[in-house]
Structure formats: structure tokens, C-alpha cells
């Protein structure tokens, strides 16, 4: 498992981006800008409630995670080549794994939201998908150095999800693909190493809570 600790900085920083939004400073465009920001604004409204349980946390973040990111493209984009060898069920189920992983690590960490602050900077666009690129940064509640997050989000109105997510220009789903990659190449090129992984780090989270 200890390869999947990277991996799972990976997730965290993904889960922080949406942590740390607050009301922005900068008005975002009516488009990618504005989903941005009404994601975070989602997020702060209904995770950050004290008085709800951890499982109901738990299931805001998924509903919010599956609206506002495609989970399953990240998934099988940092799966890679592996995913063309897997059965169709063993794909169902590394889906469940990764999502379940993303949630069991950080949906409680929400209830531990400091006061950060998020400003989008601007909005541009950026391949043959015309996705857009939103530019922001995160600024800490301590008055510490700002962090540059870059958010790519594909599709418009209620089709847009964000598809990868860069920190200070280090793009989080190609990070995450040469963890998971590591984790197969360890277990002998047998994808089954990284489900068992999976496995055995979502059920462990699961059984602390």
C-alpha cells in the first residue's frame, strides 16, 4: 500500500481544491468560470455543516464528486493501457474502488474547513475538445503564499465536468496514473495487485469510521 500514498496526496489535493473554495473575489465568466465556483460554493453550503452525520457527509460528497467531476473518465485515463486487458466487470469494479477511495479519505475533511480562500484569475481555452482551462488561486487563511490551481473542465451547462485538475502546473491525473502504473508493475503487470490494493485501503478507511 505504500505506493498508493502518493496516490492518495494526489486525491487529497483534488478534495482540498474543492475544500478550500469560498466566495470569490473575482467575478468568473457565465461559463467554465462560473461552474467552478458554483461547485465550490455547493461544496462549502453543504459539507461544511457541523451538525450532520459522517455518513451523510459522506453521501453529499459523492453526490457533489459526481456532479461536478468525471470520476469515471479520471479513472480509466490514470488506469492507462491496463484497462484494455481487464474484463468488463473488474472495470465496474475498480470504478467503485476509485470513487470509494476518493470518498471513504476525504468526505470528513470537510468538516474541518479553515476559512481558506479560492479567486478565479481567468478563463481560457485549450485543445481539440475546446476545453476550457480555469485559472485560480487558492489563498491560505494564515496569509501564507497562494497556490496556483488550474481546473479542466470539458462539456458546457449540465454536461461540464472537470476532467484533471493541475497544482502549481503538475497535472493530478498524470501524477495519479504513474502511481497506480507503479503499483501494477510491483504486482508483476497484473492489474489484479492494484485492485487488491484498492481494496484493502478502502475497507481499512472504512473500518476506522
Same mark, same amino acid.
Given at each position: 500500500?505504500?505506493r498508493?500514498?502518493?496516490?492518495?496526496?494526489?486525491?487529497?489535493?483534488?478534495?482540498?481544491?474543492?475544500?478550500?473554495?469560498?466566495a470569490?473575489?473575482?467575478? #468568473? =465568466?457565465?461559463?467554465?468560470?462560473?461552474?467552478?465556483?458554483?461547485l465550490?460554493?455547493?461544496?462549502?453550503?453543504?459539507l461544511?455543516v457541523?451538525?450532520?452525520?459522517?455518513?451523510?457527509?459522506?453521501?453529499?460528497?459523492?453526490?457533489?464528486?459526481?456532479?461536478?467531476?468525471?470520476?469515471?473518465?479520471?479513472?480509466?485515463f490514470?488506469?492507462?493501457?491496463?484497462?484494455?486487458?481487464?474484463?468488463?466487470?473488474?472495470?465496474?469494479?475498480?470504478?467503485?474502488?476509485?470513487?470509494d477511495?476518493?470518498?471513504?479519505?476525504?468526505?470528513?475533511?470537510?468538516?474541518?474547513?479553515?476559512?481558506?480562500?479560492?479567486?478565479?484569475?481567468?478563463?481560457?481555452?485549450?485543445?481539440?475538445?475546446?476545453?476550457?482551462?480555469?485559472?485560480?488561486?487558492?489563498? #491560505?487563511a =494564515?496569509?501564507g503564499? #497562494?497556490?496556483?490551481?488550474?481546473?479542466?473542465?470539458?462539456?458546457?451547462?449540465? =454536461?461540464?465536468?472537470?476532467?484533471?485538475?493541475?497544482?502549481?502546473?503538475?497535472?493530478?491525473?498524470?501524477?495519479?496514473?504513474?502511481?497506480?502504473?507503479?503499483?501494477i508493475?510491483?504486482?508483476?503487470?497484473?492489474?489484479d495487485?492494484?485492485?487488491?490494493?484498492?481494496?484493502?485501503?478502502?475497507?481499512?478507511?472504512?473500518?476506522?469510521?
Amino acid at each position: 500500500m505504500t505506493r498508493l500514498t502518493r496516490t492518495l496526496f494526489v486525491c487529497s489535493a483534488l478534495v482540498y481544491c474543492v475544500l478550500s473554495f469560498q466566495a470569490a473575489s473575482a467575478a #468568473p =465568466d457565465s461559463g467554465a468560470g462560473a461552474f467552478v465556483k458554483q461547485l465550490g460554493d455547493r461544496a462549502i453550503q453543504t459539507l461544511t455543516v457541523k451538525e450532520i452525520s459522517e455518513a451523510e457527509r459522506e453521501e453529499r460528497f459523492r453526490a457533489l464528486l459526481r456532479d461536478g467531476f468525471d470520476v469515471r473518465r479520471i479513472g480509466r485515463f490514470v488506469l492507462g493501457r491496463y484497462v484494455r486487458s481487464m474484463k468488463p466487470a473488474l472495470v465496474e469494479e475498480y470504478n467503485a474502488l476509485f470513487e470509494d477511495l476518493i470518498v471513504a479519505t476525504y468526505a470528513a475533511r470537510f468538516a474541518e474547513y479553515s476559512g481558506q480562500t479560492f479567486d478565479i484569475k481567468r478563463v481560457t481555452t485549450q485543445g481539440n475538445e475546446g476545453d476550457s482551462i480555469v485559472m485560480s488561486e487558492i489563498r #491560505p487563511a =494564515d496569509g501564507g503564499t #497562494p497556490i496556483r490551481v488550474d481546473w479542466q473542465v470539458r462539456g458546457e451547462g449540465n =454536461d461540464a465536468k472537470i476532467i484533471d485538475v493541475r497544482v502549481e502546473g503538475v497535472s493530478m491525473s498524470l501524477t495519479q496514473r504513474e502511481e497506480f502504473t507503479a503499483v501494477i508493475q510491483q504486482g508483476g503487470g497484473n492489474v489484479d495487485s492494484l485492485l487488491d490494493a484498492l481494496r484493502k485501503k478502502t475497507g481499512n478507511l472504512k473500518s476506522r469510521q
